[in-house]
Nanobody, 126 residues
Framework: QVQLVESGGGLVQAGGSLRLSCAVS????????MGWFRQAPGKEREFVTS????????YYADSVKGRFTISRDGALNTVYLQMNGLKPEDTAVYYC???????????????????WGKGTLVTVSS
């Protein structure tokens, strides 16, 4: 059983930065592609970014390219989302997801997620 716990959300002004963390808890260390998704009020969940477990392959939604960066710390078994140049339209609940059967590319196509965190709220004010 895999458990994902997000942290780092909060209220920031437009143009500010936040770093989200996703701690992965599992009894045995397996290979998982990881990703971040977000859901704004009244909107559908959307893909933000994904990363292979090796960290060698990443994908980004067009809306966040150049502003957000996904990374992982293998020793800490944690995935991060560095968000810079935040905009009001980035306001959403951000969810961490993991896929053992899929790939980072598949996650970018909204496929393969097997585990989800409970989410952390990011609010960007003008």
């Amino acid at each position: 059983q895999v458990q994902l716990v997000e942290s780092g959300g909060g209220l920031v002004q437009a143009g500010g930065s936040l770093r989200l963390s996703c701690a992965v808890s599992e009894r045995t260390r397996r290979t998982y592609a990881m990703g971040w998704f977000r859901q704004a009020p009244g909107k559908e969940r959307e893909f933000v970014t994904s990363i292979s477990w090796s960290g060698g392959i990443t994908y980004y939604a067009d809306s966040v390219k150049g502003r957000f960066t996904i990374s992982r710390d293998g020793a800490l078994n944690t995935v991060y989302l560095q968000m810079n140049g935040l905009k009001p339209e980035d306001t959403a609940v951000y969810y961490c997801a993991a896929s053992q059967s899929g790939t980072a590319q598949a996650m970018g196509e909204n496929r393969g997620m097997e585990y989800w965190g409970k989410g952390t709220l990011v609010t960007v004010s003008s």
